[in-house]
């Protein structure tokens, strides 16, 4: 049964894997990263396999936990492990495993990831629109001059 208001506080060390990024590793879709370099606290996601900058840390979570439900997780409680644990503009790298992260049951992460991929959907259809009603304005604006 999906239940958003019951949740574990775990540390981030606890639920994933984390290092900083090397050079030329290829990490799997999936992994989440957070900037520790120069950092206003940046958060990216892994749709894909792919290279991490070495500025960052890659987090793979353990199985059992929905990887973009994990990012999700990541980006809510940034602010405050920001304001925590950031040492000026950068972030120390063993700091990472105290990240906070609200864990729900695996059902509920699937409902809150299916929640995030409808927003994202209806915001992509909104953004067509958008750039369509726009290149609409410029043809008609050079129209009107000819």
């Excluded at 492990?81 to 950068?90: D, L, P, W």
């Excluded at 992509?124 to 609409?136: G, S």
């Amino acid at each position: 049964m999906v239940d958003f208001k019951t949740y574990e506080i775990v540390k981030l060390e606890d639920v994933a894997e984390y290092a900083r990024a090397k050079q030329g590793k290829t990490y799997p879709a999936g992994t989440s990263t957070l900037q520790i370099s120069a950092t206003r606290g940046g958060i990216g996601f892994l749709s894909e396999p792919g290279y991490v900058h070495t500025k960052n840390v890659a987090i793979i979570p353990q199985t059992g936990i929905d990887p973009l439900y994990f990012n999700i997780a990541m980006q809510r409680n940034i602010d405050l492990f920001m304001h925590k644990y950031a040492t000026g503009i950068n972030i120390q790298e063993h700091e990472v495993g105290k990240f906070p992260i609200y864990l729900h049951d695996y059902e509920t992460q699937k409902a809150i990831v299916a929640m995030f991929r409808q927003l994202e959907h209806e915001m992509m259809v909104e953004r067509d629109t958008v750039n369509a009603l726009k290149d609409l304005k410029n043809n008609m604006l050079s129209n009107m001059f000819v």
